[in-house]
């Protein structure tokens, strides 16, 4: 893929300030710390989204990451993407992908922005056909990609009674082909999948059972597999142990979709905003069904929030080396913009997706 030119900008902000202060390199590979290497920065997802926002404090992060700068060629310690801190059972995560949550751009949806194309390359958007809608497919829910084959999105938009009929991926306005930014560097065509059978879509036995909409999570297997490029990757699925307060810290989360937007009609174009983590006991008041622990709360302020038309969408952060996980699955919500909504977390179903994932 052809550098942005806000790379190209940052890149040049760089070596400026490394000409300024007589910048020498204080680690060789050999120094990097232990699961990283020195690597080509261009060649660093996590290094390349901080100079998509080219601050002050980027560039530091990015000045104490390199490791060579020989005649300009610079090179960076890059980690791995992370391994999961509990041994999976045998046999039950032989589909997940040994590469996940990377995205080579930075950075309904109440009050939100416009991403980069690109930005969140797991993102997928399932078409339904119903009889009102003169042969047009709705675009009404949101997924995201966690494997070649497999899409995780919310159960409710999966219903038996709902004629699924496309899921696209590497899609991000619904009305163009290609894809192009203002500076005309176009993306590849989006990836249309069909569902081979109903039996292909696998909803969590205990949806809306437990409490109503409870365990609202599903798995849709691709009728072949997804081709990856940079514009469409699978994202990080969470250990069973994850705690989404203590990985987001003082961070919020991002949730993208085509949803409805605050002028009241759905986007077709890819929209995101952040959204803050909000504590169970204070959402349980908002809502007249039972919270439980496999729910998370998020939004609330500021009007940002998801709305109808991204259920199903993924919410996700990106861990300190740009590796991002997938922490909860749009659900349900009272007033758009207004109270929090509730979103499946995702980090206690993850032996339910593996051990009903197959090649």
């Known amino acids: ?24 390199v204080a680690r060789q590979a050999s120094s990097c710390s ?9 060649s660093c997802p996590s290094i390349l989204n901080l100079l998509q926002v080219p601050t002050t404090s980027n560039l530091l992060r ?47 949806v109440f009050f939100g922005e416009f991403p980069p194309i690109g930005a969140y390359p797991w993102m997928a958007v399932l078409g339904f056909r119903s009889a009102g809608a003169n042969g047009e497919l709705e675009w009404k829910c949101g997924g995201a990609l966690v494997s070649e084959r497999y899409v995780l999105t ?33 993306a590849p065509r989006h990836q249309s999948f069909k569902v ?28 072949r597999k997804a081709t990856l490029n940079n514009f469409v990757q699978p994202i990080c699925l969470p250990d069973a142990q994850f705690n989404p307060k ?13 949803g409805r937007t605050e002028l009241g009609f759905d986007s077709n174009i890819l929209k995101r905003t952040n959204i803050p983590l909000v504590e169970t006991e204070k959402c349980q008041p908002l809502y007249n069904v039972r919270l ?7 939004g609330g302020v500021g009007r940002r929030d998801s709305c109808n038309g991204d259920s199903g969408g993924p919410v996700f952060q990106a861990d300190p080396r740009g590796i991002n996980y997938l922490i909860g699955i749009v659900s349900f919500g009272n007033r758009c913009g207004e109270d929090p909504a509730i979103y499946t977390s995702v980090a206690p179903y993850r032996s339910w997706i593996t051990q009903n994932m197959r090649p």
């Open 246 to 258: 203590s990985f987001l810290g003082n961070q919020e989360a991002i949730v993208a979709g085509w």
């Open 62 to 108: 990015v000045r104490e990451a390199l490791c060579e700068n020989r005649r300009g060629n610079l090179k960076v310690c890059c980690s791995s993407p992370p391994t999961m801190s509990v041994a999976p059972p045998p046999g039950t995560e032989g589909s997940l992908p040994a590469r996940c949550g990377i995205s080579l751009s930075s950075n309904r």
């Open 34 to 42: 232990a699961g990283a290497q020195c690597i080509p920065l261009r």
């Open 154 to 186: 919310a159960a409710h938009c999966v219903l038996p009674e709902l004629q699924l009929e496309e899921i696209r991926l590497g899609e991000h306005n619904l009305q163009t082909v290609p894809d192009c930014n203002e500076n005309r560097n176009c």
């Open 1 to 24: 893929m052809v550098p942005s030119k806000s790379i190209c900008v940052a890149i040049l902000m760089l070596m400026a300030t490394l000409c300024l202060c007589e910048f020498r």
């Open 292 to 298: 439980n622990t496999d729910q998370l709360c998020f």
């Open 196 to 223: 081979a059978s109903r039996s292909q879509i696998i909803s969590h036995p205990n949806f809306d059972t437990r409490t109503p909409v409870s365990d609202d999570i599903a798995l849709i297997r691709l009728d």
